[in-house]
């Protein structure tokens, strides 16, 4: 499964990633410090 997480904040990106990490299933997560990085991401 691939996850987005956008947030301007180092560390909350940091902690949804811990969260979902410690479900123990095999994510891809990708990580965006901003909506334009993601959005640019999609194309």
């Known amino acids: 499964m691939e996850i987005g997480g ?3 904040s180092r560390e ?3 902690a949804l990633r811990a969260l ?3 479900c123990g ?3 891809e ?3 965006y ?3 334009a ?3 640019a991401d999609m194309g």
Do not use: Q
């Open 25 to 27: 299933h095999d994510f």
């Open 29 to 31: 997560i990708k990580e």
């Open 37 to 39: 990085e993601l959005y």
């Open 20 to 22: 979902l990490e410690s």
């Open 12 to 14: 909350d990106r940091g």
């Open 33 to 35: 410090g901003s909506g």
């Open 6 to 8: 956008c947030d301007d």
